[in-house]
C-alpha cells in the first residue's frame, strides 16, 4: 500500500471514529476495509482497544483472537443464541421490501403466495420426510401441514441474521416485527428427532390435541440438514452441506396478534444489533483467520455445529444465531462490515405502523391488497424488542 493511500484510509478511519463518539454527528464515510491498514486515536471499527497486545502507530493494546472464548463472562452475541430445543417465542421477525411495506400498508397478507411448481422447498422436504415416521398421528399432523402451509414467511428471532439471505446489502430492507397470540403453536422438526408440537414457551402439547386443533400452529419450526454422499467415500467423506438452514416458516395468520413496523423499538433493536455486531467486529478483528477446518462455513454450521448445543465461545454463539449461514455471514471482517453497512443504511425515522393480523382465510398473498380480512385495523402502541432464548 502507498503512503498516500495508507494515510487516506486512517484519515477516514479517524473521521468514523469522531462520528461514533458523537451520535448522528455527521454521516458514516465511505471506505474500503483492508486487514493492512493500521488504527490509530485508540478506536477499532466501532470502539476501543482492550487491553492485550500492543496496538500499531503507539495507540492501546489488542486482544489477540477470541473467537473461541469469551472476551467477557458470556459471548456478545449470548442473548441473539436460538438453540433447537428451546426455539419456539412469541416475537419474531422478517425482513421485506420497499414494496412489501406498502402491500401490508394496504391489507396485504404476510403469507406470501405458494413457491412455484418445482421450486426447492425445504419445508416440504421436511414435512414429506416425517410422513415416514412410525407414528401413525405424526403421519397425519404432517399431511394436515403440508395442506395448511402452502405458503409460508421466512421468520427468525433475530431480524439481522435474515438481511443478507436473500437480499443483497445495497438493497434497501425493512425489519418486520411479528408478535404471537399466546394460545399459538409451533410445530418442531429436527433431523434424527420425532416431530413434537410445542407453545409459545417450549411447553410439550399433546399430538392428539394439535391434530384436533392444527388451527392454532402458528409456525413450524425446522432444521433442515441437505448433507448428501457417502460417508464413506474417499473423494467426499463428510459429503456436502451448502442448502442446511433453519427458520420459522410462519403460515398461519390467525396465529399472529400483530406486526409493526417502523417503531422506535425496532430501531431500537436494530442499534443494538449493530452494537453487538461491531463489538465481534473487533474480536474478529484481531484473528488471522476464522476458517475451521476445510468445510465451508455454511456446511460445517449447518451440519456439524448445529447437531451439538454449545455456544460458550464467540464463535458458537455466532453459529447459534444464525438461519441461514450462507456465505455472506461467515464471520470475516469485510463480511461483518458488510452487514453491519447495510443495517445502518436500513436504519429510519420512527413512524410506527402496528396492526392486527388479517384474519386467515384469503390467499391475496403479500402483494395483494385487501387481503384477507381486507384493511388492518391499526392499534395504538410500539413493539418490543424480541426475547432471549
Known sequence: MSKSTRLKSLRYLALFGACVAVTN???????????????????????????????????????????????????????????????????????????????????????PPPAPLGSVVPLSAVLTGVLSSPDPMRVALAQQLISRFKGT??????????????????????????????????????????????????????????????????????????????????????????????????????????????????????NSDIADLTGLFNVVRQCPTVDRGTESFHSATACQAWDFFEASTEYSAYQWSLSNPVELYKPTTQNLASLIDALKNDRFEPDPFVAASPSAGGDAGIGGEGGAGGAPDLTPGGATQGGAP
Open 25 to 111: 454527528a455527521c454521516d458514516r464515510p465511505s471506505y474500503t476495509y483492508a486487514d493492512d491498514v493500521p488504527v490509530s486515536g485508540g478506536t477499532t471499527f466501532g470502539g476501543s482497544f482492550p487491553a492485550g497486545k500492543a496496538a500499531i502507530g503507539g495507540g492501546p493494546a489488542l486482544d489477540p483472537c477470541a473467537l473461541d472464548r469469551s472476551v467477557s463472562a458470556s459471548p456478545i452475541l449470548a442473548k441473539q443464541v436460538v438453540s433447537n430445543g428451546l426455539a419456539a417465542r412469541t416475537e419474531l421477525y422478517a425482513e421485506v421490501t420497499d414494496s412489501e411495506v406498502t402491500a401490508l400498508k394496504k391489507g396485504g397478507s404476510l403469507i
Open 153 to 270: 414467511r421466512s421468520a427468525w428471532p433475530n431480524p439481522w441474521a435474515l438481511r443478507l439471505v436473500d437480499h443483497v446489502g445495497t438493497e434497501h430492507m425493512t425489519p418486520l416485527r411479528i408478535r404471537l397470540k399466546a394460545e399459538a403453536w409451533l410445530a418442531r422438526i429436527e433431523p434424527g428427532l420425532p416431530m413434537v408440537v410445542v407453545d409459545v414457551h417450549n411447553g410439550a402439547i399433546a399430538l392428539e390435541q394439535a391434530f384436533a386443533h392444527p388451527e392454532r400452529i402458528a409456525a413450524v419450526y425446522y432444521v433442515y440438514n441437505d448433507r448428501v454422499g457417502d460417508a464413506s467415500a474417499l473423494n467426499n467423506p463428510l459429503g456436502q452441506c451448502e442448502g442446511g438452514k433453519r427458520e420459522f416458516a410462519l403460515g398461519n395468520e390467525a396465529m399472529v396478534a400483530e406486526f409493526s413496523l417502523d417503531t422506535p423499538d425496532i430501531l431500537a433493536r436494530l
